[in-house]
Nanobody, 126 residues
Framework: QVRVVESGGGLVQPGDSLRLSCTVS????????MGWFRQAPGKEREFVAA???????RYANSVKGRFTLSRINDKNMLNLQMKNLKPEDSANYYC????????????????????WGQGTQVTVSS
């Protein structure tokens, strides 16, 4: 059984940095394509960033240049480094995992993911 667990959320001020982490248990981590999504109250879940098994990344335009994904396969861990946070970044952030044969495939559609964490809240407010 696959288990996805997020951590690292919190309350920060505009301009601050925060790092979210996601761990996956189950199969070997390097078999998963991974992604981060977020959902603010009253809004739909939206794509934030995704990374292939080959560690190639793609970002939403709203976070490009501020957020950076990294995967540490020997620790079964995915990190999302967030810099220059803005109030509009406030949301519940979800990590998702998908067993993927194609090591170069980046999955940005949430329906493409099989396993999800419970989410971690990020609040950016002065």
């Amino acid at each position: 059984q696959v288990r996805v667990v997020e951590s690292g959320g919190g309350l920060v001020q505009p301009g601050d940095s925060l790092r979210l982490s996601c761990t996956v248990s189950g199969r070997a981590f390097n078999t998963y394509a991974m992604g981060w999504f977020r959902q603010a109250p009253g809004k739909e879940r939206e794509f934030v960033a995704a990374i292939s098994r080959a560690a190639e990344s793609r970002y939403a335009n709203s976070v490009k240049g501020r957020f950076t994904l990294s995967r540490i396969n020997d620790k079964n861990m995915l990190n999302l480094q967030m810099k220059n946070l803005k109030p509009e970044d406030s949301a519940n952030y979800y990590c998702a995992a998908k067993e993927e044969f194609d090591r170069y495939r980046i999955v940005i559609d949430p329906s493409g993911y099989n396993d999800w964490g419970q989410g971690t809240q990020v609040t950016v407010s002065s």
